[in-house]
């Protein structure tokens, strides 16, 4: 099971990565005047997205399901743990949120700004700290 574990926290972190550096892109892209700027950001993106960021969200929903399932019993005893999950399922409407903002700037229908962008880009950090902080300290009440 420590393998299973250890290959989690690592599709964690690459999920993570991804979902920190693609709002980075939409910056920038939310910022390119020029067609060739532009097509540049519409295939970074892709490539992120569909490259790591999404393969790293299926390894990690799948990696943390069997760990889930294999200690049921212990970890929905806990609010702590249905807290982390919804944290997760946050998350997940992010990065399809995320997926959303890829396509209108790849067909420059975006109407968001960048200073949106940059906000936008802060939101998975306080997940990931509601997540890391929930599952290592499960604090009671």
Request: hydrophobic share 55%; aromatic share 18%; charged share 15%.
């Amino acid at each position: 099971m420590l393998w299973v574990k250890a290959f989690h926290i690592i599709a964690v972190v690459c999920w993570f990565s991804g979902l920190f550096y693609l709002p980075r892109l939409f910056v920038y892209h939310a910022m390119s005047e020029d067609q060739l700027s532009k097509d540049r950001f519409v295939i970074m993106e892709r490539k992120l997205f569909w490259g790591i960021t999404t393969p790293s969200a299926i390894a990690t929903i799948l990696l943390g399901s069997w760990l889930l399932i294999a200690n049921s019993s212990y970890f929905m005893a806990w609010w702590w743990m249905q807290v982390k999950l919804a944290l997760v399922a946050l998350t997940l409407v992010y990065h399809g949120y995320c997926w959303w903002h890829m396509q209108r700037l790849r067909e420059d229908s975006s109407r968001r700004t960048h200073v949106f962008f940059r906000i936008f880009n802060e939101l998975p950090v306080f997940m990931l700290i509601g997540i890391v902080i929930l599952i290592v300290v499960k604090p009671t009440l």
